[in-house]
């Protein structure tokens, strides 16, 4: 009997361990499952990985130093820094800043704030801040700087500018000249040096070839191109010296006035508004642009294209052609020019305007001289 039950329990025993192995075979398929599902698993990540990073695009840092007219003289230092502004819209890795000018004691202070700061560029506006960007440039000589309006400094990184501003207000002069009713157009300085008494020598040139072409008598008040004197006012800020000026240029008969003063010249605007009469010559940039409300009074303008200087100079620091020379703006590569006021453009006579697009490849050639020999 013992051997029976012995006998049963050892077949038990082997019915469980039977079943017991066959398990896994019958699960088989189960265990395999994730194994085929696995390479999908492992290709999600090369799939869904993401782009390698593209290095961060290198921002040029340019940085304008205005004189004491301020960033919105409506004349140089706007001019320079729409080049600022045209040069972040047409290369989009530029960053630009600015320092005002309160007094002239502010230019090395300014200069070497941006210095100290890290600008890839520092701009200069004007002959006012020669001095201070000399010493600058020499104390800084990894730093670059690009001058308005200085084109006789040498330093390797320095980039001067220069504008033959005489052929614009030439053809300013003759078209004064063609547009007087009195006889009379007017001119006065902010402060006279080189590169504005360039302004009243053209102009009153372009007069004086008037008078030759046609037989007239037009007379230019306000500056003797031979005695070269004239009306300075001695600052580029008080639009009251502006106004002074204007009433006593038009008191003398003026009816067209040139004012080369900057902000100045919006007191000799003023009084034409106030009198209801009278035409100004811009100079710089187009003051029927950037005088609205006063472009009625607006005959011309003899545009210094300064902003295509900077955005220029911006696009070789950018490029890594930048170097130290003296660039001239004329004529010929748009530098300098003449336009019309946008609402008195259309007061002048088609011919006059053919006329003074004719004296344009004649300047450029050196047929017409719009400088007195052997001043310059």
């Known amino acids: 009997m013992k051997k029976l039950y012995f006998v049963m329990a050892l077949l038990i025993v082997a019915s469980m361990v039977l079943t017991a192995c066959g398990t896994p075979a019958t699960e088989a398929p189960v265990a395999e499952a994730p194994a085929t599902e696995a390479p999908a698993a492992t290709e999600a990540p090369a799939t869904e ?10 921002m040029t840092k340019v940085c304008q130093v205005t004189d004491t007219g301020g960033i919105d003289d409506k004349s140089f230092n706007a001019t320079a820094w729409k080049g600022v502004q045209d040069a972040i819209a047409k290369y989009g890795n530029v960053e630009g800043k600015y320092l005002e000018s309160q007094q002239q004691a502010d230019y090395e202070v300014n200069l070497n704030a941006f210095a100290s700061e890290g600008c890839d560029l520092i701009i200069p506006v004007g002959f006012l801040l020669a001095d201070a960007t000399t010493a600058a440039a020499t104390a800084n000589p990894e730093q670059k700087y690009a001058i308005i309006d200085v084109d006789y400094l040498s330093f390797p990184n320095l980039r001067g500018s220069g504008f033959a501003i005489d052929q614009a207000t030439f053809l300013n002069g003759y078209l004064a000249a063609g547009m007087t009713k009195t006889g009379k157009v007017g001119t006065y300085v902010g402060i ?8 009243m020598d053209g102009f009153a040139l372009g007069v004086a070839y008037y008078n030759e072409v046609k037989g007239t008598d037009v007379k230019v008040l306000g500056w003797d191109v ?55 010559i811009g100079v ?44 001239i703006g004329n004529l010929e590569n748009g530098g300098v020019g003449l336009t019309y006021g946008s609402e008195l453009g259309d007061t002048v006579p088609a011919e006059l305007k053919a006329e003074i697009e004719a004296l344009i490849p004649k300047i450029q050639s050196g047929e017409i001289v719009t400088l007195p020999e052997g001043v310059y």
């Open 284 to 327: 710089d940039n187009d003051w029927s642009l950037a005088n609205p409300d006063k472009a009625g009074f607006i005959l011309s303008n003899a545009m210094k294209n300064m902003d295509v200087f900077v955005t220029e100079t911006i696009g070789q620091v950018i490029d890594g052609s930048f170097k130290g020379e003296n660039w």
């Open 192 to 199: 006279a040096f080189p590169a504005t008494t360039k302004f």
């Open 49 to 58: 990985a993401p782009a390698p990073t593209e290095a961060p695009v290198k």
């Open 226 to 280: 031979t005695t070269r004197q004239g009306l300075e006012v001695g600052n580029f800020e008080s639009t009251d010296d502006g106004r002074k000026m204007g009433e006593q240029l038009m008191d003398e008969g003026a009816d067209i006035i040139m004012p080369v003063a900057g902000p100045v010249g919006l007191g000799t605007l003023a009084v034409m508004e106030e009198r209801g009469t009278g035409m100004l």
